[in-house]
């Protein structure tokens, strides 16, 4: 199971980007997934999750500018960023909790990280 990120580049302040994550190989069935970040010089930061469901959880410091959705179908998380700031700098990653083809186990699989830069 890989899962890939992509989506991330240089964005003005104020603009918007709209990030991907997308798993594949041998699933059998996908769980909750997640975005997280990560700035420079400091810890990993919980964005938002979604359900197989559909239901969403957002950090504070997203909720209201940042929308999670996923096509179950395709096996993949988009992230949708508005209003973008200076202080959205990081590297943007997604988890998944799989259950592969081989396993009863549902098991966490990271994604590489994407760089979304806010810069003017």
């Known amino acids: 199971v890989q899962l890939q990120a992509s989506g991330g580049g240089l964005v003005q302040p104020g603009g918007s980007l709209r990030l991907s994550c997308a798993a594949s190989?041998?699933?059998?069935?996908?769980?909750?997934m997640f975005w997280c970040r990560r700035a420079p010089q400091k810890q990993r930061e919980f964005l938002a999750l979604?359900?197989?469901?559909?239901?969403?959880v957002y950090a504070d410091s997203v909720k209201g500018r940042f929308i999670v959705s996923r096509d179950n179908a395709k096996n993949t998380m988009y992230l949708r960023m508005n209003s973008l700031k200076p202080e959205d700098t990081a590297v943007y990653s997604c988890?998944?909790?799989?259950?592969?083809?081989?396993?009863?186990?549902?098991?966490?699989?990271w994604g590489q990280g994407t760089q979304v830069t806010v810069s003017s």
């Open positions: 988890k998944a909790d799989v259950r592969n083809t081989t396993s009863s186990a549902f098991l966490d699989y």
């Open positions: 190989g041998s699933i059998f069935s996908i769980n909750n």
């Open positions: 979604i359900s197989s469901g559909g239901s969403t």
